[in-house]
């Protein structure tokens, strides 16, 4: 009896930890290593208006989600407020998130507007910014986008 308990107790820490871990990947687009915005600096974007990529010593982990930067200044910074500089759509393209879809991105491509920074898919066969520019009414394309993420941000890709 004593065995079973174990092994139960066991599958439901396994299973919890598991379905834990499997959000982080549906809400971030991050690669294998959880590796977020594909090695560039939250803080780049937001502070500086920049895309610019990290280096691997100064690295944070914010919910199990692993963010570079490009000095230990720009790290202290993310590390007092993560919430403020992670990108919005779990940095999954924005015009994909207000289409209905996740989308991976150029992380060259973004739009800083409003304290927050969005990335979209560029490749050559579709510019996600420039679709999202020439709608010409960011407040909208917000808005749904945020209705759409609260869907999407529970699925895979």
């Not at 991050?30 to 939250?42: F, V």
């Not at 927050?116 to 020439?134: P, R, S, V």
């Amino acid at each position: 009896m004593k065995t079973l308990k174990t092994i139960l107790m066991a599958t439901v820490v396994i299973l919890t930890t598991s379905t834990a871990w499997s959000q982080d990947k549906k809400a971030n687009n991050i690669d294998n290593s959880n590796i977020a915005l594909q090695g560039y600096s939250p803080v780049s974007y937001l502070d500086l208006g920049l895309a610019q990529k990290g280096v691997k010593e100064f690295k944070s982990e914010h919910k199990k989600v692993v963010y570079y930067f490009t000095s230990a200044e720009q790290k202290a910074r993310f590390d007092k407020n993560p919430e403020k500089y992670l990108p919005e759509y779990g940095g999954y393209c924005a015009f994909g998130i207000y289409a209905g879809a996740k989308f991976r991105v150029d992380p060259n491509k973004f739009i800083v507007e409003h304290g927050k920074y969005f990335l979209f898919l560029y490749n050559l066969e579709l510019d996600a910014q420039q679709l999202w520019l020439n709608e010409k009414d960011h407040n909208k394309l917000v808005t749904t986008a945020d209705n759409n993420w609260k869907n999407l941000s529970v699925t895979y890709n």
